[in-house]
């Protein structure tokens, strides 16, 4: 799709082409240095030295012969040392922007370069039995936001949970309830006991091997299909789910499949099948199935007691999803402890030929760390679980939003406190960029005035009750604000919007669907983010500066209402792309 921005740079394109002198390929734009007057830069280096001219001279020289038409979005072009700068015509793109956010309303920003392109994206796959950990949480957020990312570029997106349900630990789960009898309860209660229970037997099984022969049978039945095994072991998946998912909710994830490691139970034979005969792997004299890669450790397909791991079941999954599904990228969002794991499972497939038009990206991310500087770990006593870590979230939130609207009915303040809270832990994941560790720092995730999601819905809510303001409603809350605004005020000029601050805001809305592709192209909804912040700032100068409600003339309160309208639809847009809400009033 072009964008307002997309445009103003093919029509420098053009105008640069027109003076005949610079070759398409030598056309590289730039973006000047903050303190230059100007949107795009055409350095002329190479050109000039292609052609054994001065970069000065050449650039005063374009700048003279350059032409773009009368409705083009270039207002100035002006050559500054071996430089050709372009400046937006501001009224133009004011006009044009505005129109945009209008027309499209929810999926301005959006765009469709990933159209009749599949592609997956595989996150949170917690493991069954037990609550889900803070890489789990991690692989969560940002896997949700990547996939709305992806799918706001118009890719067929599928998501899916690969949870961990299948291997060893069910044999020794299982053995630790023939014991010990299922936990009481449902829910975390449960997990908790079953947690305690694995751990319990799982040490049980190095020290007792009465103990640890039982937990290898469990295992054998529940493979193959014994009635009571599997009876157990879906108990523990169910109510796993079961747990899990109103977890899913409040963070807006949803999945299109869920299919954990026991889907590809019976998949894996011809991956394994395929291996050997390929020479890619070998039977070694106990019977285990060996790979060995150049450049990788090696690593098994088989155990000797003919048991199939943890990197059979990703090779058997990468399979299925080549044949099903045809996608064009598989997306990996598992912290960078797996590392390794990925790059072995990646290098066989591409070795076994399984992925010649499908690309596998492993996105890894770093560790959650508490305010005193320790990673989070159950063994450490410092562990947050996700519940808890909504919970608190939450009521950390509605303290805020009882101090700045005491007033609003206790359903909504309940509601907006979860919006607050939820949004604050959803962005604290994804302000930065994976690799980097973050903290649990609930000031700065809580503030209304950093670089937190409570800033950004605050800025979005202070736009909303403006507009409703000037509808003269006072308290209402009205989805319908945009209509009724395009309706009561229907024409307006935004050539009027002319001040500075005016003019950085409607560049910062333009910039969305620039970062929307960036944050796609590197798997980054920091870049969406930091997009969310910096536009919230550059509304935050505008209010300061520019008067709406008490504008100096009709005229142009009206056209700053747009503005606000506008802007309030965008930064909506973006906070959805990170899966953050955005309550009408804060
Ligand atoms: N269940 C695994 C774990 O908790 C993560 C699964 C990651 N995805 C995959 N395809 N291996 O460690």
Redesign the pocket.
């Known amino acids: 799709m072009e964008y307002a921005l997309d445009r103003f740079e093919r029509e420098i394109h053009a105008a640069i082409s027109s003076t005949g002198q610079v070759p398409e390929p030598f056309i590289e734009l730039a973006t000047p240095k903050p303190n230059i007057p100007a949107d795009l830069a055409f350095p002329v280096f190479r050109v000039a030295k292609e052609q054994g001219t001065a970069p000065p001279q050449l650039a005063q020289e374009l700048a003279a012969t350059v032409r773009f038409g009368s409705d083009s979005l270039i207002g100035r072009i002006a050559s500054a040392g071996p430089f050709l700068n372009f400046s937006v015509d501001n009224g133009r793109l004011a006009t044009v922007v505005l129109r945009e956010v209008e027309q499209l309303g929810p999926s301005y920003g959006h765009d469709d370069i990933g159209y009749e392109q599949t592609m997956l994206v595989?996150y949170s796959?917690?493991?069954m039995a037990r609550r889900m950990h803070v890489?789990?949480i991690r692989s969560t957020i940002i896997g949700q936001s990547l996939f709305n990312i992806m799918a706001a570029l118009g890719y067929r997106t599928l998501s899916d949970n690969?949870?961990?349900d299948w291997g060893k630990n069910f044999g020794v789960l299982i053995t630790a309830i023939e014991h010990e009898g299922r936990p009481e309860g449902e829910g975390e209660t449960a997990l908790a006991a079953l947690e305690q229970l694995y751990a319990k037997y799982n040490a049980l099984t190095e020290q007792d091997p009465a103990i640890d022969q039982e937990a290898r049978d469990w295992s054998l039945r529940l493979e193959q299909g014994d009635t009571d095994a599997r009876e157990l072991w879906r108990w523990i998946v169910q109510m796993t789910l079961s747990y899990t998912q109103p977890l899913y909710d409040r963070l807006g994830v949803r999945f299109d499949t869920t299919h954990g490691e026991s889907f590809f139970e019976d998949k894996m034979e011809p991956v394994l099948k395929q291996a050997i005969e390929q020479r890619v792997a070998y039977r070694d004299e106990k019977g285990a199935v060996v790979v060995e890669l150049a450049e990788h450790p090696t690593f098994l397909l088989q155990r000797s007691d003919g048991g199939t791991l943890?990197h059979t079941r990703?090779a058997a999954?990468i399979a299925f999803r080549e044949q099903e599904y045809h996608p064009v990228k598989i997306i990996?969002v598992?912290d960078a402890r797996?590392d390794l794991?990925f790059r072995q499972v990646f290098a066989l497939m591409q070795t076994l030929g399984y992925v010649q038009n499908t690309e596998l990206v492993h996105v890894s991310f770093g560790m959650v760390i508490d305010s005193s500087g320790q990673p989070l770990a159950a063994r450490r006593g410092n562990m947050v679980y996700l519940q808890t870590l909504l919970n608190e979230a939450q009521s950390r939130a509605r303290t805020v939003v009882e101090k700045t609207s005491p007033e609003f009915p206790d359903e909504e303040k309940a509601d907006i406190a979860e919006a607050v809270g939820v949004g604050s832990v959803i962005y604290n994941d994804l302000y930065q960029d994976p690799k980097r560790n973050i903290t649990l720092d609930w000031d700065r995730m809580l503030s209304l005035e950093g670089n937190s999601a409570p800033y950004i819905q605050y800025m979005h809510a202070r736009c909303r009750s403006i507009l409703r303001k000037s509808l003269g409603d006072k308290s209402h809350v009205s989805a319908d604000t945009d209509q009724e605004l395009r309706r009561v005020f229907p024409d307006y000029d935004p050539t009027l919007l002319s001040h500075t601050a005016e003019i950085e805001v409607v560049k910062q809305i333009a910039k969305l669907p620039k970062a929307t592709r960036e944050a796609g192209v590197r798997y980054a909804p920091f870049v969406v983010a930091n997009w969310c912040y910096d536009t919230a700032r550059a509304l935050s100068t505008f209010y300061q500066e520019c008067p709406v409600l008490k504008a100096e003339t009709p005229e142009l309160r009206t056209a700053r209402l747009h503005l606000v309208a506008a802007t309030a639809q965008a930064l909506k847009n973006g906070l959805a792309l990170l899966g953050i809400r955005a309550p009408e009033r804060m």
């Open positions: 595989e796959s917690p493991n890489g789990h690969h949870i961990g943890y990703d999954t990996y598992v797996q794991h």
